[in-house]
Structure formats: structure tokens, C-alpha cells
């Protein structure tokens, strides 16, 4: 059973204590007649239990000695008074009373419990969170930094030695380890800036064309070995969205198919736009993904199970971040003979202006 | 030929140690400042053919560094900047700044923008007649040919183009744009702008989706780039 923790206000938990426990009495009145004072007590106890599942301790004592009131009053003979004419009776009030409050006590104190195991447990998972970005950091920062440490010294202390082909190689790695670098440190800052909450899209209009094309560009400069083909409806309106965001989605998309594809896969970037939603499709056929772990791709810091290293598995995170940061939605899915198809939708304004008649 | 003079204010050593080996080797004599205080002083002591300014210096905020230069400095100015935030960057770019890099960049690029833009401060009488590549662009006669064939322009489209070949190099903000070609009330209507770019692409660059002369700053603007 789930225990509610109780986010209503204090004033209108005293109202709904107040009022359920009234129609609970106003009940109990009706079948008095023929069910007798003492099945009445039962009610009004059931109803102060449930109450205490949902409310804070104090609107439950309150329910307790509001019908342990009510029950003296309106139903214990003589009744509509207060006063209680058997010895039987008394202890009853008597029992109803204490069994009402450690009822109301006792739920009240395993909802604590239950609270702070909770407590405990988010802690533990953002423990658990905090490690692996550390662990995830540490090596995907150090492993760029020894190299650029490792071939600078190499090439200071042993250039008598080197070839001009090693010297060559060795500034190449460099390269290569600073272009990483740059690149895990951005998209560490997207991650911190979509974890911050004070993300708001920048919305102005967009040629997607334009925008597909130059970021197909900016990945094509990274010497990748796939064929990347592009597919636009040349007559796709303008798109009124955050264009940063945007190419950071399709740059991302790009990259992970660039970089866990084999060499001469064909990738597919498609742009369509219809009733006010962008839609843009990222398909590649290469060796697709596990069926088992495409629900988990999208979550920060996952990486596929055997996957080589290079990659902090924030990417795809960033690519889902920024989706639902414009109100859009990203899935993905193995596609037949092979591949997969990431599908991205976002929705939009859009403007035909393009089609009219200049001047 | 005398050496162009370019004054580096960088508080980053490590920067400024990489601007003069890149700039000196390219014949450019080095100037350096660690800050904003001693930067205003060396370019007003001895002021350099261009400077370029790191935006976050360590005793002044770059953007008010590089309007009380403004004030007197009409070289061009390029901003360094490890901010890739676009508002930082059209910020700069309307206090005067002629281009920006964002840091890390890589010397190639820079040393690419400091001839386009010397180029384009030292023709400022300009020649009438400007050819890039295959393309011809004749100020005086206003016409526009493209590999030898007359290219029919609309006034609007011709206004937009005499804008950028008149600023070769440098970066022109959505805002620069709009409100010069369209009017001050236009400055938030950037779906005309991207029209009217599509269109001109399709007239003037071999191919419109890998455009050549109009190219995009993300996010920014246009550059036109007279390929080199």
C-alpha cells in the first residue's frame, strides 16, 4: 500500500479531517437505529485509521478526539449529552480513545520510517550517480590529457631520436587528444546546463536546410569513413525553434553513428516538416542496437554493455534533454535488413513565406 | 613592407606565448598586454594596425574594454572568447568588433581572419569592380555576373549583397541585417532574412546548400568570404 506523503496544506488537512469524520458520524446516525452505538464506534475507528494513512499527525489527533466526542455525545445513551451512564460504557470511551490515538501514532510513525528509508535511498542513488560521472570523467579526461603529457615529453626529450614520421605521429595524437578533450568538456557543459533547470529554448526561424547542411559539414571535418546523404523537402517551411539546440541534437546523432558504426555505413539524415512538427530522422545501417538496451540508451552515463572505449554516454542524454527541453520527443529503433533509426519531433511554428513572391 | 603591428591582450600567458609564435612566423610584430588597464595604454601609445582582445580579462569586463576603445580605435578589432554563448558574441559584434573566435580555436582560422580583415580595412576606397572567384561584382554599374552571365537581382537582394562585399570577412549579425536592409521595425522578423538568403544563394553560389561567399555563423549571422 502506498502511504501518501501527505503534500496538502496543514489548514486543508484539518478541513478534511474535520469534514470526513462529521460524514462519517452523520452516517453512523442513520444506521444507529438499527445496527446499535457500538458498530458506530467501529466506523468512526476505520474512518480515523484511513485518515492517518493520508494526513499528519496532528489533523489525526484531531479526527481522534473529534469522534471520540461525537460518539459520547450523539450516541452513547443517554444520548446528546456527554454523559456516559454505565460502567461498560465508560471503559469503552475509554478503550475507543486509546486504541483511536496509538492507531493514529503508530500509522504516523512507519510513514517516518518510510520516509527516511526514501531519504536514504535517493541519497544512495545520487551516490551512485556521482561515482559514475567521476569514474566516467576521470577516465575520459585523463586518457586525452596522458596522451597530449605523454607525446610532448616524448617529443622534448627525445627528439634527437625520433623520425620525422614519428615527431609527425606524435603531433597528430596530440591533436587528435585536444579535439577529445574539447569535446567531452562540451558536452559536459550541455549536461550542466540541462541539469541546472533554468534551460529555456531561444526560439527564432530556421532554415533546416541550411542548419542540416552545416552541421553535416562540421562532422563530415572529422574525417569520418561513412557516406553521410542528406534528404530535405525542398519546399519545408521555416521552423520557428532554438537552432543551437537543434544542431546539437543532429551533431550528437551524427557523431555516435560516425563513431560506432563500421567504416562505409550509409547514414541518412531526413527532414520533414507537416502541421506544425519538425521531424527529423537519423538512420544508418549499421549493426543497430541491442534490442534489450534501447530503452536504456537515453539515460545519462549509460553505455552499451561491451562498448569500446571513448564516450562518456551523455550524448544521447544531451540529444533527449535538449528534444524535451523544445517540447519534442526522441525515439530510436532497429530498422530491417540492418540498422538503426533515430526519430526526432519537435513542434513548431512554421511560416510559407518562402513561397512568396519576393520583391 | 612594413610589418603589420598587432597588440594581444590576453591575461592567459600560455595564449599570448601561441598568438606571437603563430603571428610572429607569419611577419606580424607582436605587441602584448596582460590586462585591460596596460592594453588601453599600449594601444593608445602606440596604436597597432588591429588589436585582439581576450573578453575576459582579469580587471575589466571585455565588452566595456572594447567600447572605450571605440571611442578613439577605428583599426579593426578581434575578440577572443572562451564564451560560446551567442548573445556574448552579437554583443560584441554590435559594440564594434570586426570578428570573433571562440576559444579554442585553431591558428590556421585565425590567422585566416586577420588577412581578411586587414585586407578589408586597408581598401576602403574601394575598387568598384570586386571579383571573387567565378563571381563579378560591379558597384558602380550594379550588376551582378556570375561565370561571365549577367545575374538578374531584386533591390532587395542586391541590397543584401552590396552589404556583405562591402564588409568581406566580417561577420554581420541578424540584427545588423535587418535593421540595414529592411528597417529599424524588422529587427525581430528574421524569417525574411532567411528567405532572402536562401534566394540569393540560389543566384550567386555554385552550390546553395554548401555555400562558398555567404556563409553561416550559427547562431550569429553571415560572413561573406572571398575564397582565398
Request: charged residues 25%; proline residues 4%; contains cysteine.
Amino acid at each position: 500500500m502506498k502511504f501518501s506523503t501527505g503534500n496538502i496544506k496543514v489548514s486543508v488537512q484539518y478541513i478534511i479531517s474535520f469534514t470526513i469524520v462529521c460524514l462519517a458520524a452523520f452516517i453512523g446516525y442513520i444506521i444507529s437505529d438499527f445496527a446499535g452505538y457500538k458498530v458506530v464506534a467501529y466506523i468512526l475507528l476505520v474512518t480515523v485509521s484511513l485518515l492517518s494513512m493520508f494526513l499528519d499527525i496532528a489533523p489525526v489527533l484531531l479526527a481522534a478526539f473529534l469522534s471520540a466526542l461525537i460518539w459520547d455525545f450523539f450516541f452513547i445513551p443517554p444520548r446528546f449529552t456527554l454523559q456516559v451512564k454505565t460502567t461498560e460504557d465508560a471503559l469503552m470511551l475509554m478503550m475507543y480513545f486509546i486504541i483511536a490515538l496509538v492507531n493514529a501514532v503508530l500509522t504516523y510513525k512507519i510513514r517516518q520510517v518510510q520516509k527516511i528509508a526514501r531519504e536514504k535511498e535517493e541519497k544512495n542513488n545520487t551516490v551512485k550517480l556521482y561515482n559514475t560521472l567521476l569514474n566516467s570523467l576521470s577516465h575520459e579526461l585523463r586518457t586525452p590529457i596522458s596522451t597530449i603529457i605523454g607525446a610532448t615529453d616524448t617529443l622534448q626529450n627525445n627528439s634527437a631520436k625520433l623520425t620525422p614520421e614519428n615527431r609527425f605521429e606524435l603531433i597528430g595524437e596530440i591533436s587528435k587528444a585536444s579535439f577529445r578533450l574539447n569535446q567531452q568538456v562540451g558536452n559536459l557543459l550541455n549536461m550542466s546546463r540541462l541539469e541546472s533547470g533554468f534551460i529555456e529554448p531561444k526560439n527564432d526561424w530556421c532554415d533546416i536546410n541550411e542548419l542540416v547542411y552545416d552541421v553535416v559539414k562540421t562532422v563530415e571535418e572529422n574525417k569520418i569513413t561513412q557516406k553521410i546523404s542528406i534528404n530535405i523537402n525542398p519546399e519545408i517551411p521555416l521552423f520557428k525553434l532554438d537552432e543551437g539546440m537543434l544542431e546539437q541534437i543532429i551533431y550528437n546523432l551524427l557523431n555516435n553513428a560516425t563513431q560506432y558504426t563500421p567504416a562505409d555505413t550509409k547514414i541518412d539524415v531526413i527532414a520533414m516538416g507537416y502541421a506544425d512538427v519538425l521531424q527529423i530522422i537519423i538512420e544508418d545501417n549499421g549493426n543497430g542496437f541491442p534490442e534489450d538496451e534501447i530503452k536504456n540508451v537515453f539515460h545519462k552515463f549509460y553505455r552499451l554493455k561491451g562498448a569500446q572505449a571513448g564516450g562518456t554516454g551523455l550524448g544521447l542524454s544531451i540529444v533527449k534533454g535538449y528534444a524535451e527541453a523544445m517540447g519534442g520527443t526522441v525515439r530510436l529503433e532497429n530498422i530491417r535488413p540492418k540498422g538503426a533509426r533515430f526519430t526526432i519531433e519537435i513542434p513548431a511554428k512554421t511560416s510559407y513565406l518562402k513561397n512568396l513572391k519576393n520583391e | 613592407m612594413n610589418k603589420a603591428v598587432i597588440l594581444v591582450i590576453d591575461d592567459e600567458a600560455q595564449i599570448r606565448k601561441l598568438l606571437e609564435i603563430a603571428l610572429q612566423s607569419n611577419d606580424y610584430t607582436v605587441n602584448q598586454a596582460s590586462n585591460a588597464k596596460d592594453g588601453v595604454i599600449l594601444a593608445a601609445n602606440h596604436p597597432p594596425d588591429m588589436i585582439i582582445l581576450d573578453l575576459g580579462l582579469p580587471d575589466e569586463d571585455g565588452h566595456s574594454v572594447l567600447k572605450k576603445l571605440r571611442e578613439w580605435y577605428t583599426n579593426p578589432i578581434i575578440i577572443l572568447s572562451v564564451q560560446s554563448d551567442e548573445e556574448d558574441i552579437i554583443k560584441a559584434l554590435d559594440n564594434g568588433a570586426n570578428d570573433y573566435l571562440v576559444k579554442p580555436f585553431r591558428t590556421g582560422e585565425l590567422l585566416a581572419r586577420i588577412r581578411s580583415t586587414l585586407r578589408t580595412a586597408l581598401s576602403e576606397e574601394a575598387n568598384p569592380v570586386i571579383n571573387c572567384k567565378d563571381l563579378q561584382i560591379d558597384l558602380a554599374a550594379r550588376t551582378i555576373k556570375k561565370k561571365n552571365e549577367l545575374v538578374k537581382l531584386t533591390a532587395t537582394e542586391y541590397h543584401l549583397l552590396t552589404l556583405f562585399v562591402k564588409n568581406e570577412g566580417k561577420v554581420l549579425t541578424h540584427h545588423y541585417l535587418l535593421r540595414e536592409v529592411w528597417g529599424p521595425g524588422f529587427i525581430n522578423q528574421s524569417q525574411y532574412l532567411r528567405v532572402f538568403i536562401a534566394q540569393l544563394r540560389k543566384k550567386i553560389e555554385n552550390d546553395p546548400n554548401r555555400p562558398e561567399f555567404i556563409v553561416t555563423e550559427s547562431g550569429v549571422g553571415y560572413r561573406f568570404v572571398n575564397g582565398e
